[in-house]
């Protein structure tokens, strides 16, 4: 057998065996937060002609030099041009334009006069300031020059990304897919929410494994499929799991340690499945598990809530980034000071949930309170995961240490463990 893996060896062979997706076209509203397969060459310039920044008159910039309330300059309103509309000539000396913001510039104008410096004339119009001159006018490309490589394969599609693309009329982007992930919970304890009878008479657990694995493989970027909750029988197990093979990953929860009920191993086995390592040098979250199963990647976690969110955490969700075009697929890890000691046993990676607040002496770091691996609240506290690194079994008030942060949207390219 094996020895156990180090967390972050084990994360490295994970990312080294998944593949990232193929590319399709997607249409833009759909787009949020996919990644981008393709460099994306604007054909235009952006805006495509010089273009008012405010309402007011366009002119000549030499025409209201020295204009004051005491000396006025007076220009006759040659025509009136509003938002989607083109000039219909140039400006020459004396004259002026009655323009909107956004509307194209006339030829001969370099400066758009506001028009609370004005008297809003129709045939001519009073200039009081002079303050404006060669200014509130958009140059054409200002923003995007036809040519320019605009966003780069691999670029994550947020809101901006996407107003970007429709401003060049791509309505449909080459994006990398989103993965499919199965998720199987199981365990005769574990019964789902729409049992609640069962669960609040104490006969039966709630799976809050499921639907968190469910909400982690959506902000992780996949799409989850929940193959439901299989009994702790070896045929139970193999028809569920045979419904996840035309996904394209699997994520179980639960029955992969040593009880004589774990059967997910087993079952795996009989499916032609290739078991690549089953435990790793950490806490908590020990019996991990990653192989191959029908073609497709199998990474079993652990069924105590807190370990399952861990590891979904450190070994899942770089999977599914990977898959789904990241080129940084790791949560960024940061050095904090503990505000108080820490002491551990045994001698292993640990992952504390705890608490990160910048501050002006630099980030510190707590615990969120007690550490069982079955309380989930500890969790749902947590913005971080505290490593204290393996054989450090004392850590005291004021050392530094890393912490990888859970809100945080920066991303790195290796694991920070």
């Not at 630099?362 to 749902?380: H, K, V």
Request: aromatic share 4%; charged share 20%; hydrophobic share 40%.
């Amino acid at each position: 057998m094996n020895p156990p893996l180090a967390a972050g060896d084990a994360a490295r062979r994970i990312l080294a065996e998944v593949q990232r997706q193929p590319a399709l076209r997607v249409p833009l509203d759909d787009a949020l937060d996919s990644v981008l397969a393709e460099d994306i060459v604007s054909p235009l310039d952006i805006p495509p002609w010089a273009n008012s920044a405010m309402d007011g008159y366009a002119v000549r910039g030499d025409d209201v030099a020295g204009a004051s309330a005491e000396r006025p300059v007076r220009l006759r309103v040659v025509e009136h041009i509003p938002a989607g509309a083109f000039p219909a000539r140039a400006l020459g000396p004396g004259e002026s334009a009655r323009i909107f913001t956004g509307a194209p510039v006339p030829d001969g104008a370099d400066t758009v006069v506001r028009q609370e410096d004005t008297d809003l004339g129709a045939e001519h119009v009073t200039i009081v300031s002079d303050r404006d001159r060669d200014s509130n006018v958009r140059p054409a490309g200002e923003d995007i020059q036809r040519g320019a490589t605009v966003l780069t394969a691999g670029t994550m599609l947020g809101a901006a990304q996407l107003g970007v693309l429709a401003s060049l009329a791509v309505a449909h982007p080459l994006a990398y897919r989103r993965p499919r992930v199965a998720i199987l919970g199981g365990g005769d304890e574990i019964v789902d929410v729409d049992r609640p009878e069962e669960i609040l008479s104490g006969r039966k657990i709630a799976s809050s494994n499921t639907h968190t694995l469910v909400a982690m493989v959506r902000k992780a970027g996949g799409e989850p499929v929940n193959l439901g909750i299989a009994r702790d029988t070896r045929d139970s197990l193999r028809e569920h799991l045979g419904r996840a093979l035309d996904c394209d990953v699997l994520v179980t929860s639960a029955g992969i340690s040593v009880g004589e009920h774990d059967y997910v191993r087993a079952v795996l086995d009989e499916l032609g499945g290739e078991q690549r390592f089953w435990r790793i040098r950490m806490r908590p979250g020990a019996p991990v598990g990653f192989g191959q199963v029908g073609g497709i990647p199998w990474i079993g976690l652990p069924g105590n809530p807190v370990s399952t969110m861990v590891t979904f955490e450190l070994f899942v969700r770089p999977a599914v980034r990977k898959m789904s075009g990241h080129g940084l697929p790791f949560r960024r890890s940061v050095p904090v000071r503990l505000t108080d000691s820490v002491s551990l046993t045994p001698k292993l990676q640990h992952f504390l949930r705890g608490i990160v607040t910048f501050g002006p002496g630099g980030p510190t770091a707590r615990l969120t309170g007690p550490q069982g691996s079955g309380l989930l609240t500890s969790m749902a506290r947590a913005n971080a995961l505290l490593i204290i690194p393996e054989g450090q079994l004392d850590t005291p008030a004021g050392a530094e240490i890393q912490a990888i942060l859970l809100d945080d949207v920066v991303h790195q390219a290796d694991p920070p463990f």
